[in-house]
């Protein structure tokens, strides 16, 4: 079989076709490699066409890229200022995760409680802290 045959060979595609290259193992193998990794938790489609006799029926098979496992969630290590009593205009509190965070949006993630599990009335806002592995700007 020719390069030019094994082309139209096989189709791989999820919302679109996936791009690669078709290799000849034996005169009963193919193989595709992709120009990409696949990606985890995606479903692919992969025909194989039969060209090579007309009208004959198209093989289909899905494939679904497995997804990893969960890695384990971050860690508060530290809670600063450690004093025990503050006073009551401290306004800045600083936490210290296990691993880097994103910046962005970090209201839905935890909340603020005064001492009666309430949350307190007035807006609060967090500034962009810096953890192991960030640089300070």
Known sequence: MTDEQLEGLI???ADAPVLGTIEKLSEREVSFSPSFPLLAGQEYLVRFLRRTEPGANRLECRYRVAAPE?????TVTALYPTSTVLPANHLKFYIVFSEPMQPGEIWGYFRLDDLDNNRPCRGHSATRSCGPGTAKR
Request: aromatic share 0%; proline share 25%.
């Open 11 to 13: 189709e791989v595609r």
């Open 70 to 74: 969960a890695a384990p969630a971050p």
